[in-house]
C-alpha cells in the first residue's frame, strides 16, 4: 500500500493485495457509527462478488450436484457466522473504524459488523483493482473450506440433518426456542436453544436471524448425538 501508515500492513499481507487507493480500504472499514464514508454500500457489491465466487468454486467442485445442494452449500459458506471467522483469521476487528458506542459495547467483535467489514473488503478489492483481482483473494481464503466439504452431509442444511437422524433413532423431533432476541431492527441478533429433552441434550446458537441461530444449533446438537452414538430405537 502506497501512502499510507504501517497501521494495515499485516491486514494487507492476509489479504495479498496491495492497495493503490488505500482509502477504499480504509471506508471498507468504517461502520456507519463512526461517520461517512462508511463502508455500507460497499458491502452490496461485495455481496455479489463474494456469492458469484462461491458458486462458481462450488459449481467446479461438485458436478454431480443439484442446483438445490449447490445452493444450501453456498448458504453455509456465505453465511454471517463464516464471514466472522475469516474476520478473525484476518483480525479485521483489530482494523476497524467504530463510533464511540459501538467501541464499548465491543462492536470489533460483533459478528455481524465482522461480516459485513469482510463484504466490504472484497469490494475494496475490486475498486482498487478489479473484479479478477477480488475475486482471486475470495478464493484464497475459502479454498480450503471449499475442498474440505464432504456433500454427503453438508448438501442438506443443518436442522434437515438432524431431523433426519433423529427420525433414524425413532426419536422425537427437536424443539427451538428463542432465550434472547438483541439489537435494532436492521441489526438483531438471536441466541436461539434446541432442545433435544428425550436424551438431555441442548444447544445453544446464534446469530443475525433466528434462522442462522437455530442452524448453529442443530449443527452442535447433532455433534452431540452423533457424540453418543445412540442405537435405532426398536418399534414397540
Aim: proline share 3%.
Amino acid at each position: 500500500m502506497t501512502q499510507t501508515d504501517n497501521r494495515f500492513r499485516r491486514l494487507l499481507a492476509a489479504l495479498d493485495h496491495e492497495f493503490a487507493r488505500p482509502e477504499l480500504l480504509r471506508q471498507a472499514l468504517t461502520h456507519r457509527s463512526f461517520g461517512t464514508p462508511n463502508n455500507e454500500r460497499f458491502e452490496f457489491i461485495g455481496d455479489s462478488i463474494l456469492n458469484y465466487t462461491v458458486a462458481r468454486m462450488l459449481f467446479d467442485r461438485f458436478p454431480a450436484l443439484t442446483e438445490g445442494e449447490l445452493s444450501r452449500l453456498r448458504a453455509n459458506l456465505v453465511n454471517q457466522g463464516t464471514l466472522a471467522e475469516i474476520a478473525h483469521e484476518l483480525a479485521i476487528g483489530d482494523f476497524l473504524f467504530l463510533g464511540e458506542g459501538e467501541l464499548k459495547s465491543g462492536g470489533f467483535n460483533r459478528p455481524s459488523i465482522l461480516a459485513d467489514a469482510v463484504e466490504a473488503t472484497f469490494a475494496a478489492i475490486s475498486f482498487d483493482a478489479d473484479f479478477l483481482e477480488a475475486e482471486r483473494v475470495v478464493r484464497r481464503l475459502y479454498a480450503s473450506r471449499v475442498e474440505s466439504i464432504d456433500p454427503k452431509s453438508h448438501a442438506k442444511d443443518a436442522k434437515t440433518r438432524l431431523q433426519e437422524a433423529l427420525q433414524a433413532r425413532k426419536l422425537p423431533l427437536p424443539r427451538y426456542r428463542i432465550l434472547s432476541q438483541n439489537g435494532e431492527a436492521h441489526e438483531q441478533w438471536f441466541v436461539v436453544a434446541c432442545d433435544l429433552g428425550d436424551i438431555m441434550i441442548e444447544t445453544h446458537g446464534e446469530g443475525g436471524s433466528r434462522r442462522a441461530a437455530e442452524q448453529q444449533a442443530a449443527e452442535k446438537a447433532l455433534a452431540e448425538l452423533e457424540q453418543k452414538a445412540l442405537p435405532g430405537r426398536k418399534k414397540k
